[in-house]
């Protein structure tokens, strides 16, 4: 069977879960924690990111871009209706946009930030960085979270799904990275009900149940987090 090395709370990792969920195929879930860079996981990604999938074979697909690309190529193209990356150019171009923006422009804003803080550094020994967390940092990427959410609050409001008319990576990029954050309770849903109503919608798919069944050792989630009518 296939493997998936992730982190619960990488949104990149919740992405490609997500992605194996809606196409309905099995994988092996290793939990990895990327800043002990472990010698057999460095050989399977140089990089030392996540997530890493390895198929049948031991060959290793690292990083979230290329393992959606491959799972659109091996099963996306299959799947007519419920393809996950739109077929007409354009609209794949606005799809690739928006999911490089949740996983990369918010990530960088707001969700590693907040999830370093809060979760690594509680998992981390001193020697890799471990220890309180930094007020500054919270603040700052806390101060970034309204804009992101008006933006997805937008994009809820007036499509169909974040990128079109069909639900595509672009919603499971936001899902990653939204739910995370969502576990951590630091979304006010009250001012962002456009978003709210869309999150409902994608957190009750069956794809969405293994995320909202996760829990991180010495972090309780939010109340509401598993809750699909919160």
């Keep these: 069977m296939?493997?998936?090395?992730?982190?619960?709370?990488?949104?990149?990792?919740?992405?490609?879960r997500l992605v194996i969920g809606e196409y309905a195929f099995e994988v092996d879930l290793i939990e990895e924690r990327p800043w002990e860079?472990?010698?057999?996981?460095?050989?399977?990604?140089?990089?030392?990111?996540?997530p890493v999938y390895v198929d049948d074979n031991m060959r290793a697909l690292c990083g979230p871009f290329v393992i959606a690309e491959f799972m659109d190529e091996t099963h996306g193209v299959l799947q007519r209706e419920r393809r996950l990356l739109a077929e007409e150019p354009f609209q794949r171009?606005?799809?690739r946009r928006l999911t490089e923006w949740f996983l990369?422009?918010?990530?960088?804003?707001?969700?590693?930030?907040?999830?370093?803080?809060r979760v690594y550094k509680l998992q981390m020994g001193s020697e890799h960085g471990g220890g309180a967390p930094d007020s500054r940092v919270l603040r700052a990427a806390r101060a970034n979270i309204?804009?992101?959410?008006?933006?997805?609050?937008w994009l809820a409001a007036n499509r169909g799904w974040l990128a079109g008319k069909r639900?595509?990576?672009a919603d499971l990029s936001a899902g990653g990275a939204i739910s995370a954050l969502d576990y951590l309770g630091e979304?006010?849903?009250?001012?962002?009900?456009?978003?709210?109503e869309w999150y409902q919608r994608l957190k009750s798919r069956p794809?969405?149940?293994?995320?909202?069944?996760?829990?991180?050792r010495g972090v309780v989630p939010v109340s509401h987090y598993a809750d699909l009518d919160f």
């Design 93 to 95: 171009a606005e799809i």
């Design 37 to 50: 860079k472990r010698k057999a996981f460095l050989t399977a990604n140089p990089a030392g990111t996540l």
């Design 104 to 117: 990369l422009k918010l990530e960088q804003d707001v969700t590693y930030p907040l999830c370093r803080e």
């Design 2 to 16: 296939s493997t998936l090395y992730h982190h619960p709370m990488s949104a990149a990792s919740r992405f490609i």
């Design 167 to 169: 639900m595509s990576y």
């Design 207 to 216: 794809a969405f149940r293994a995320l909202l069944a996760d829990r991180v």
């Design 146 to 153: 309204r804009q992101h959410m008006k933006y997805l609050a």
């Design 187 to 196: 979304i006010n849903w009250d001012e962002v009900p456009a978003a709210k």
